[in-house]
């Protein structure tokens, strides 16, 4: 078992998420190209919606690099566990609390293992703006995925600190 400790992870990019609101709603901003590099603009985007209390992942990328919008409806507890042996944060752990109070984008950079679950009392909502197409160009490749939850060793727990 690989013991991982609580510390910043290099490559994690985390923005504020900046709500623009106005007498008829609000407005944010969730990809600008002048503000990201080019190796990680967006090649596909997906919402996905998450019940109470329920996590997705522990699972990580060869390749591709994640562009999460965590804006609401609910809160989230992300975690993220460094398993590049040639960073130098390796087997660091961070643990962010973002959603609806701390709306954040945050980019994720492959090598890194990542869930989050939801924490809040309602189902929370989160886009994602990934580097890569899934499943390749036509849905013909290999989906470029290492899944970890459902795995009695693993080293990657959603509900430790």
């Not at 699972?59 to 919008?69: I, V």
């Not at 409806?73 to 398993?83: E, G």
């Not at 899944?147 to 060793?153: F, I, L, Q, S």
């Amino acid at each position: 078992m690989r013991d991982f400790k609580r510390g910043e992870i290099n490559g994690i990019i985390i923005k504020d998420l900046v709500k623009n609101e106005d007498d008829r709603g609000w407005l944010i901003e969730l990809f600008r190209e002048d503000t990201v590099d080019e190796d990680i603009f967006p090649q596909m985007s997906y919402i996905s919606l998450t019940y109470p209390g329920i996590a997705r992942g522990p699972h990580e990328h060869l390749e591709q690099t994640d562009y999460f919008c965590f804006l609401g409806t609910s809160d989230f507890k992300l975690i993220l566990w460094d398993n590049r042996k040639d960073s130098s944060t390796y087997k660091n752990k961070m643990i962010l609390n973002i959603g609806q109070d701390e709306p954040k984008i945050v980019i994720v950079p492959p090598g890194i293992v990542h869930a989050y679950k939801n924490v809040g009392d309602k189902p929370g909502l989160i886009i994602n703006l990934p580097n890569k197409l899934y499943a390749g160009w036509g849905k013909k490749e290999s989906v470029d995925e290492i899944r970890y939850e459902g795995m009695d060793n693993s080293p990657f727990k959603v509900d430790e600190q």
